[in-house]
């Protein structure tokens, strides 16, 4: 089993940023990629930024430019860097990784962006 601890999650204001940070542990094996997904309420999960294990990104066309995923790959972890946070952007932000085992999610972390 992978355990996924997420962290960084938070309310910020409108033009704002945050961090989040998402570690996983357990029966690991190799982990080929992470990434984050976000669900707003009402609305469908959908892809944030993922990052493969040799360092290939993939982004939300909506979000190049704002956010930047990173990863330790000797700790396991991925980060998210959220810039010019809009309140759009409010929504749970859960970790994602997969290996060749199987895929696996975090429990989520709310990101609101409110004045």
């Known amino acids: 089993q992978v355990q996924l601890v997420e962290s960084g999650g938070g309310l910020v204001q409108p033009g704002g940023s945050l961090r989040l940070s998402c570690a996983a542990s357990?029966?690991?094996?190799?982990?080929?990629?992470m990434g984050w997904y976000r669900q707003a309420p009402g609305k469908q999960r959908e892809l944030v930024a993922a990052v493969t294990r040799a360092g290939s990104t993939n982004y939300a066309d909506s979000l190049k430019g704002r956010f930047t995923i990173s990863k330790e790959n000797a700790k396991n972890t991925v980060f998210l860097q959220m810039n010019s946070l809009k309140p759009e952007d409010t929504a749970v932000y859960y970790c994602n990784v997969r290996n060749l085992i199987g895929e696996y999610w975090g429990q989520g972390t709310q990101v609101t962006v409110s004045s």
């Open positions: 357990g029966s690991i094996f190799t982990i080929y990629a």
